[in-house]
């Protein structure tokens, strides 16, 4: 019977079934997820024991398999995460559907702590009851995230302390600007961010601007242009502006520069 908040279970061909085990076992230790089936006792607490542990969770734990199975499963888990983790455990036993997915921390071999992703489905066979555990090592995850807000941080140093304006746009409106745009143009950045870049053009020109802005989403290549912008004070600039299209945020944008050549 299905447990009430329980996802309904996957139905397997017979003719297949005996298969998917073996398969997901191996196609686990093929990529490096570990994976731990879990047999839990509801009468004694309920109290969870290891009865099958992969090599790839004993090798990114840094322990023996049979190490691991001699444990207490929660051993294996953080101290500081410890706690929340047998909360979640305990909901999922009582029927509650807390996510299926989460993160945590466990015990490296060095005592400090690996973070994970844990996938948890609850299996009943019988009168018996399993946790079946993914485990996925978040540390390359983590350390490649570190290194692409590394490299934001750099290229936003470098944007700020270029002399030039340097704007980033989607579908004309700003998204991105430095201070020397903002300065360009005699505006405040917080106030550059969210407007359209044609607010500060002659109709003629604002006309201009998108034309180009179409070729470039059509792949064209095109050379700089100068343009004749309008400040709030009153005062005409113009500047010289080069584009080139650009992924920014997860989509297509457009990135110019844009040098004062009023003088």
Do not use: K
Not at 60 to 79: K, N, T, W, Y
Not at 224 to 235: C, I, N, V
């Amino acid at each position: 019977m299905l447990r009430s908040g329980m996802m309904p279970p996957v139905t397997v061909p017979e003719s297949v079934s005996g298969l998917v085990a073996p398969a997901v076992l191996e196609a686990a230790r093929a990529v490096g997820i570990g994976v731990a089936i879990v047999e839990i006792d509801v009468a004694a607490g309920p109290t969870p024991r290891f009865v099958y542990v992969n090599e790839a969770l004993a090798a990114m734990v840094g322990r023996s398999i049979e190490a691991i199975s001699a444990g207490p499963p929660f051993d294996l888990v953080a101290p500081e995460d410890r706690e929340r983790v047998r909360r979640v455990f305990i909901a999922r036993i009582r029927g509650e559907a807390p996510a299926p997915r989460h993160e945590c921390g466990l015990v490296g071999p060095d005592g400090g702590s690996i973070p994970v992703e844990l996938g948890v489905h609850v299996s009943y066979v019988g009168s018996r009851v399993f946790e079946v555990l993914l485990v996925r090592d978040l540390r390359d995850r983590w350390a490649a995230e570190a290194r692409v807000q590394a490299s934001e941080r750099r290229f936003r140093e470098l944007v700020e302390a270029a002399p030039d304006g340097i704007v980033i746009s989607r579908r004309g409106i700003v998204v991105y600007a430095n201070r020397a745009s903002a300065s360009l143009l005699g505006v405040e950045r917080e106030a550059l961010v969210g407007r359209s870049l044609a607010e500060f053009l002659a109709p003629e020109e604002a006309e201009r601007m998108r034309a180009r802005m179409g070729a470039l989403a059509r792949g064209e290549t095109l050379g700089a242009s100068e343009y004749r912008a309008q400040r709030p004070d009153g005062r005409t600039v113009v500047a010289e502006i080069a584009e080139v299209p650009v992924d920014f945020a997860g989509g297509p944008a457009v990135l110019a520069f844009a040098r004062d050549v009023t003088e």
